[in-house]
């Protein structure tokens, strides 16, 4: 087999494959960062409510980051996908209303969004409690309101040590991205699915595939990489 058939699968226009792998990688980026930006606001949202939430409130969030953490992905995504869609129009039909056909691309952005937030949670949390108490302290002699110092106490000093995790976080939303084949939206794991079985292509597609997600985790670790270079300015470099 030459390499102008490959390159032929590969094209841009039909029958080529090239345009709809593209489609899908950019239909897995924007799943996975709608998802990630969705996990990182639960994780800061409940790992606030862990440190300073009521004795009610705390029992709940743990419950919600143990079960997620617990329970694989691909059975979280079917069961939050149809038992949601279910429950919502099972309320709408209860108050009269018509059910309702649940926009695939939302649904997958909200289901990987709550499975990342319980992960971001505890990177989060973990990131708050290893800023030094006495900075927080100082704030507040200070005078400064809770989201002052958030802002420019908290939010700063804990980016540092959150990063690495989310960046692990991120690439893996990214590989998760591709569970949400299972509900037939079509991003760049069901392409290449349909490409390979159309074609026969087999290893080759999904070769292709690999490659495409190695370069988006490439570019994605040097995203990241500055950003950690710039949140730790000025702090000294340890080994």
């Given at each position: ?5 490959y390159?032929s ?6 029958p ?5 792998l ?5 239909t897995?980026?924007e799943?996975?960062?709608g ?12 790992a606030l409510?862990k ?19 617990a329970?694989?992905e691909?059975?979280?995504i ?7 869609t279910?429950?919502?129009n099972?309320?709408l039909n ?5 059910s ?6 939302a ?5 990987l ?23 927080i302290?100082a ?5 400064m309101?809770a989201?002052m110092r958030?802002r420019?106490i908290i ?7 959150a990063?690495?995790g ?12 591709a569970?949400i084949a299972v509900?037939?939206y079509q991003?760049?794991a ?8 159309n ?6 597609f999904?070769?292709t595939?690999?490659?495409?997600y190695l370069v ?10 500055s950003l ?5 300015r000025?702090?000294?470099?340890v080994?």
């Amino acid at each position: 087999m030459d390499i102008s058939t490959y390159t032929s699968l590969l094209a841009l226009e039909a029958p080529g494959w090239g345009s709809a792998l593209l489609k899908g990688t950019l239909t897995t980026l924007e799943i996975s960062f709608g998802a990630f930006l969705a996990g990182i606001g639960i994780g800061l949202c409940c790992a606030l409510g862990k440190l300073n939430g009521s004795r009610s409130l705390a029992p709940v969030l743990n419950l919600y980051t143990t079960v997620v953490r617990a329970i694989p992905e691909l059975i979280l995504i079917i069961a939050l996908y149809y038992a949601g869609t279910d429950s919502l129009n099972a309320i709408l039909n209860a108050l009269g209303f018509e059910s309702v056909e649940i926009n695939g691309f939302a649904t997958a952005i909200l289901v990987l969004g709550i499975v990342q937030g319980a992960y971001a949670t505890e990177v989060i949390r973990g990131a708050i409690l290893a800023i030094p108490t006495g900075q927080i302290e100082a704030g507040k002699a200070f005078g400064m309101p809770a989201t002052m110092r958030f802002r420019r106490i908290i939010l700063p000093a804990m980016m540092p040590t959150a990063l690495p995790g989310l960046s692990n976080l991120w690439a893996s939303v990214t590989k998760d991205s591709a569970l949400i084949a299972v509900l037939g939206y079509q991003e760049l794991a069901m392409i290449t699915k349909l490409a390979a079985s159309n074609t026969k292509f087999y290893f080759f597609f999904f070769c292709t595939a690999a490659l495409i997600y190695l370069v988006i985790t490439l570019c994605s670790n040097s995203v990241f990489d500055s950003l950690e270079r710039r949140f730790r300015r000025g702090q000294v470099r340890v080994g």
